[in-house]
């Protein structure tokens, strides 16, 4: 598993992590939900190794990584990011930047995975990814890090300026990729939709765990305070959704 330990990070001399421990088991989906400035994407970068901790560490499959550079962390344990925004490159092709994933040679098979999983994808392979609508670029954004073939993947907003539809086809593909064996944490202001998603889920609120558990959705209180009263519903329907994907 990939564990955050004690995590303390920031930028500058001020901290936006002030100790988290978290978990991301192989084979599941984590969400990891909170206000803008809560200390999500910090987390994300800390992982991944572009930001060092000041304190505590990262440990995957128990080896300790804190000291590993990103490539080290893509190449070794396997921990791959998908960026905020997609950062694709609009003037390559859909394959071009689907190959730009495959850096390790490690790929496998994840070519055919990626083909089965966006099937619309193979229809456009030879467009130029800028003239794609954002939600075939967030399928190419994670076609790339499939292809880097992650033990686990980390989605910043994966369902970022996409429309409802698109979001909820977006986010049964990442249940489709942790049911391959990867552990996928993903982070998201769409709090009730990722914590319907995901079988564990955590709230940060200040560079700190507030809450977290299997059944943050059945905590009207907590979906209140942290996402609005409209949420409480909204995380009611998503709560069923997630229990009736989940059987």
Request: proline share 4%; glycine share 14%; with cysteine.
């Amino acid at each position: 598993m990939l564990r955050a330990e004690g995590v303390c990070a920031g930028y500058g001399t001020g901290d936006v992590l002030t100790g988290i421990d978290v978990i991301v088991e192989p084979g599941t989906v984590t969400a990891l939900v909170g206000a803008n400035g809560a200390g999500k994407t910090t987390l994300l970068k800390t992982l991944t190794g572009l930001l060092r901790p000041r304190r505590g560490r990262v440990v995957a499959d128990g080896r300790d990584v804190t000291e590993l550079s990103c490539s080290a962390r893509v190449r070794g344990p396997r921990i791959v990011m998908v960026p905020e925004g997609r950062q694709i490159f609009g003037s390559l092709s859909v394959e071009e930047n689907l190959a730009l994933g495959a850096w390790t040679g490690r790929d496998g098979s994840n070519w055919d995975l990626v083909w089965e999983l966006f099937p619309a994808l193979t229809e456009v392979r030879a467009r130029p990814a800028g003239l794609l609508s954002g939600g075939q670029q967030q399928m190419v954004a994670l076609g790339r890090g499939l292809l880097a073939a992650p033990r686990y993947l980390l989605l910043d907003e994966p369902s970022l300026g996409l429309a409802p539809l698109v979001v909820d086809s977006i986010f049964e593909r990442i249940r489709l990729l942790a049911g391959t064996g990867i552990g996928v944490l993903v982070v998201e202001q769409n709090a009730t939709v990722a914590l319907a998603a995901a079988e564990r889920g955590y709230v940060v609120e200040g560079g700190r765990i507030a809450d977290e558990g299997t059944d943050l959705l059945d905590k009207p209180e907590l979906v209140a305070r942290f996402f609005g009263t409209r949420g409480v519903i909204r995380g009611r329907a998503a709560g069923l959704g997630g229990q009736l994907w989940r059987r």
